[in-house]
């Protein structure tokens, strides 16, 4: 391993490692768990549709769908109908309506590819989704 890489680059090389089941399963029992405490409720148009989202730096890739109302990982490792993807930074900004996600589309800080109609669909919802008052910034 080269000294000049860091650990940042390090991270995401065993990243890119992880089984992309482990890394989607992990990453869905999250999205599950703000769907249940009612944080995150996908809306009726995402039913039925695949999403993957990539922390960059960090080198994971989560692929999910929506089915019955409910976030589940996608396991046979088909193409996702949408691809979101940033750093872990940028991620949590996006999070924290900290950054709306055309301000980082734009800034090239969001990468999106895909379903244009569905990631305007996404990007409406994240940006309309109300934030529990623990994510929120502190005053």
């Not at 650990?7 to 992990?26: D, E, I, T």
């Not at 949408?82 to 950054?99: K, P, V």
């Not at 409406?124 to 910034?137: E, I, Q, S, T």
């Amino acid at each position: 391993m080269s000294v000049a890489m860091g650990f940042p680059g390090l991270l995401a090389k065993v990243g890119r490692r992880l089984p992309a089941p482990l890394v989607s399963m992990h990453f869905v029992a999250g999205l599950e768990l703000a769907r249940r405490f009612k944080w995150l409720a996908p809306p009726p148009e995402l039913e039925g549709r695949s999403f993957a989202i990539t922390i960059e730096d960090f080198g994971l890739r989560s692929s999910f769908g929506v089915r019955g109302g409910a976030f589940r990982p996608m396991w046979h490792g088909a193409p996702a109908e949408l691809e979101l993807g940033a750093t872990m930074a940028d991620l949590l900004s996006l999070m924290r309506a900290d950054t709306d996600a055309d301000t980082l589309f734009f800034q090239r800080r969001l990468r999106i590819s895909g379903d244009t109609e569905l990631g305007l669909i996404v990007k409406n919802w994240l940006d309309a989704a109300p934030r529990p008052a623990w994510l929120k910034p502190a005053m």
